[in-house]
Each structure stands twice: as C-alpha cells, then as structure tokens.
T-cell receptor, first 112, second 112 residues
C-alpha cells in the first residue's frame, strides 16, 4: 500500500459543486501539503499544515479550504468549483524542513 | 522572492544519449537544491539533492552539482534509458524556510 493515499484519483464535476479531495498517510509525518500541478507551471502550493492545530496558506489558496482532521489526514475542499480549478492535485508529507517530500499519486479534477 | 527556472521541454532523446536539463535559481542565502522526478501516472519522488556549494548529488546514474557562482544545479545522465522518460523538477528550499519552490518541470522522452 502507498504511504500517501489520495482519494478520489479522478473526478469530473460541474461548475458550482462542492468537492473534497482527501489525503491520508502512514508515514507518521507531522507536515502535510496540498499542491496543484498545471502543465508548464510546475507545482504551486495551496495550503500546508505542520501539525493538527496548524494551517497555513500557500501561494494560491483563494477558492480552496483545508481541514487537518488528524495527524494522518489532510483534506482539500473546493466550496464552489470553477473550470480554472481543473488540474492535478497532489498531497505530500515531510518529516522536517530539509526539503524531502513524499507525494501521493495525485487526484485529477475536471470542472466542466 | 525565490524562484527556479528550468529549460522548457519536451526533450526527446534516443536511448544511450547524454541528457542535460538546465536549472538556475534565484534566492538569498544558501538554499538546498533538489531534483524530483515524476514518472507517468505517479507522484513526484526525490531523485537527488545537494545542500551546499560544490556538493554533488547523485542517484540512478543522474548527477547534479551545486554551483553557487552561477546559481545553477544542472541535471545530467550519461546514457539514458527508455525508463528515464518522465518529468523532472528542480526545486529549492531556504535554510530557514518551510516550503519548497519548484521550477516548471521538464518533460523528457527517451525513444528506443
């Protein structure tokens, strides 16, 4: 089983719908991240959390919210999806601030 | 702010060819530098890293040297295989930083 698991792996939805992407990890790491990947733009950080009571905005947090339900779980929500949120979303974890991240396999979201 | 610039792809090569992917960065202080690789359908995984000037990171036949004088961290492999087809991301983290800054990614396609 993967150490960092994302669900769903693929989702097609309509404009205005609420969407939740879930991430769970078995690595025992305190730090968790949500990234968005668009072709040619690399990865952009949406939100990050260094423990259950810590939530921080990243570069592109507008239109997104997160919840850290437990050390192992970090979910990303789109309250009202719009087409330009169509992208590949990655969850990642890290043990410390040395820069080594462990990524999930990604959740591909299409907003029509 | 901090930034990472990579050569745009796609880079198409034949098996056993020499691969170079250029990466330059802008950052104050002394960041740590990374190459991550994303194989088709998977999340990113750390390929190699270097934490100080003149360090050479290496893994799976890939190498990159931290060049502070040219603010570069170019990735090289002497003889690529079809299995090296992937997207490669250069990234940095500041010594006192909390998050990685990624370049835009370079897609590499190796043909038999």
């Amino acid at each position: 089983d993967a150490d960092v698991t994302q669900t769903p792996r693929n989702r097609i939805t309509k404009t205005g719908k609420r969407i939740m992407l879930e991430c769970s990890q078995t690595k025992g790491h305190d730090r968790m991240y949500w990234y968005r990947q668009d072709p040619g733009l690399g990865l952009q950080l949406i939100y990050y959390s260094f423990d259950v009571k810590d939530i921080n905005k990243g570069e592109i947090s507008d239109g997104y919210s997160v919840s850290r339900q437990a050390q192992a779980k970090f979910s990303l929500s789109l309250e009202s999806a719009i087409p330009n949120q169509t992208a590949l979303y990655f969850c990642a974890t890290s043990e410390d601030n040395t820069g080594e991240l462990f990524f999930g396999e990604g959740s591909r979201l299409t907003v029509l | 702010g901090d930034s990472v610039t990579q050569m745009e792809g796609p880079v198409t090569l034949s098996e056993e060819a020499f691969l170079t992917i250029n990466c330059t960065y802008t950052a104050t202080g002394y960041p740590s530098l990374f190459w991550y690789v994303q194989y088709p359908g998977e999340g990113l995984q750390l390929l190699l890293k270097a934490t100080k000037a003149d360090d050479k990171g290496s893994n799976k036949g890939f190498e990159a040297t931290y060049r502070k004088e040219t603010t570069s961290f170019h990735l090289e492999k002497g003889s690529v295989q079809v299995s090296d087809s992937a997207v490669y991301f250069c990234a940095l983290i500041k010594a006192a930083g909390n998050k990685l800054t990624f370049g835009g990614g370079t897609r590499v396609l190796v043909k038999p």
